[in-house]
């Protein structure tokens, strides 16, 4: 999802890179730089959750795995936060992100808007934990064990109206925090969006937490969302503020780019995009390529939301 602003939309890394160059690259960040990335994995977050004693939250049995967790040494070293550069290795840089204290805010068409801070949030509505599958829209893919709560619970705190129609997602917007936002070219802040329907599906999952932990910064610290049958771009980092709102949204993505990357982007493997194939996803931490499956494998619990609206783009 690289672009530059002379040359247009780029390919991604992985594409660039030929694949045994790539591969021993992460076997080395996996053994020696893997240290120093464990050592900043460690860092104060853990420690004051730890003591609040929110994490580890307990895991909900009924999201299982078909592969191992994907350790987090490497989850942890590629990752995708445009807001702190283009490249996956944003650890170091998001390092910048200030993430206490925060707040985010339940506004538009609710019953009454408020702002709450993540810490309040999650005594609120309390924590658990999921395995979920990640599938990154340049064909790589992850198993993660989140920790968060039902974005239906939020929904539910929101009291939509009944003419809200769509959720949209923003994240923050801070340029002196965040060099990537200097950027002018790219249509900040970030911005995604689920319809009322898809927000409300079990699946649906607002994360504070992974590895048994607060969320490290790169990963989209202190709060992001997480829609594991949908392509990972969907699910928005770092998020400030949740509105309920009668149009659909204009994500980011979609507007920079609407003809690559749509406004629903759900996993299917037999409609590849335009510039590669989406049949088969690389699994970070391995050598493997397995097949990509429909709905990244939540058909039975998403399939149903589509219905009647096969002429959308739905996996664009
Ligand atoms: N959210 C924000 N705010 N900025 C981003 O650049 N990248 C998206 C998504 N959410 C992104 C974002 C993309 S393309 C992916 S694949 C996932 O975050 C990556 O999540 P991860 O880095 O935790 O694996």
Known sequence: M????????????HLATPEAVFLS??????????LAVASAFGGGRAVAAAESG??????????????????????????NFY?????????????????????????G???????????????????????????????????VPWTGFPLSKLVALAKPASGAKYVQFQTFLDKAMA???RQFFYPWPYIEGLT????????????????????????????????????GFKSAKSLVK?????????????GLQSAEYGFWANVNPAVSHPRWSQASERVLGTDQRVPTLIYNGYGEQVAGLYKGLEKERLFV
Request: aromatic share 12%; net charge neutral.
């Open 242 to 254: 949740v509105s309920f709102v009668a149009e659909r949204p204009k994500t980011f993505w979609e």
């Open 2 to 13: 690289y672009i530059k602003r002379q040359r247009g939309w780029e390919i991604p890394e």
């Open 179 to 181: 060099p990537g936002q």
């Open 109 to 143: 068409l609710v019953e009454k808007p408020f702002e709450i801070g993540v810490e309040d949030l999650i005594r609120k509505i309390g924590l658990e934990e999921r395995l979920y599958r990640h599938r990154c829209v340049e064909a790589w893919s992850m198993a």
């Open 54 to 79: 929110a994490y580890p939250a307990p895991q909900n049995g009924a999201y299982t795995l078909d592969r191992p967790v994907t350790p987090e040494r490497y989850s942890g070293d590629y990752n």
């Open 196 to 231: 009322l329907a898809e927000a409300d599906n079990d699946l649906a999952f607002m994360v504070t937490g992974v590895y048994g932990k607060p969320l490290p910064n790169q990963f989209g610290a202190p709060i992001r969302l997480a829609v594991p049958w949908k392509y």
């Open 25 to 34: 690259r992460r076997t080395l960040l996996g053994g020696a730089a893997g």
């Open 83 to 107: 807001e702190f550069g283009t490249s996956k290795t944003v650890l170091p840089a998001a390092n910048a992100l200030k993430t206490d204290p925060w707040t985010i805010k339940i506004d």
